[in-house]
């Protein structure tokens, strides 16, 4: 069944803002899912929806704080994930190259990670892993050595200001690597 979603003018500016079309429409359909999340879980319709942003610019339902949500898009795919806890989500290309930023995106134990791992993905992954930690901490990208990950297993945590989780989607589109964080402590 088709469903229409009212674009803010705020959104629609983001996404004239854009240069590209391509951004133009990842960023088109990152407002739907969100429309989607909000009527989901609130049961109120897509243009009752008011977004604020905390200190770091994260984006949550203004009048449904305890509804926690996140997007992330990269390439064909818009990937997001709602829930009553923190969540932070990240995809990227399996190809991306890793910005020059990430000499202050990963840590020791991260690079021992990454050498010891023989996966030419594994840079990728952990970028991903950290940024979706990040994000479900409603911090900036610049918190991203703030913490140490537990390499326990492809699955594991972390512990900071309270203790998160993440994940790494086995399910990712082919050529892509997601990733869920979600905090697992106390809110």
Known sequence: MPTSFPITEERRRKIEACKQEA?????????CLMGRFFKEATGREEGEMILSYNSHGKP?????????????HAGDYVFGAVSDREIGVDIEKATRQIPALSDHA???ADRKHIDNSGDPTEAIKVWVIRESIVKAMGLGITAMTDFELMWLSEDSGITWGGAYSFHLMEDAPEGYIACVSERTGGR
């Open 60 to 72: 949550f339902f203004r009048d449904y704080p305890g509804v926690c949500f996140n997007v992330s």
């Open 23 to 31: 951004d133009r429409k990842r960023s088109l359909a990152a407002a």
């Open 106 to 108: 990963f840590t020791g």
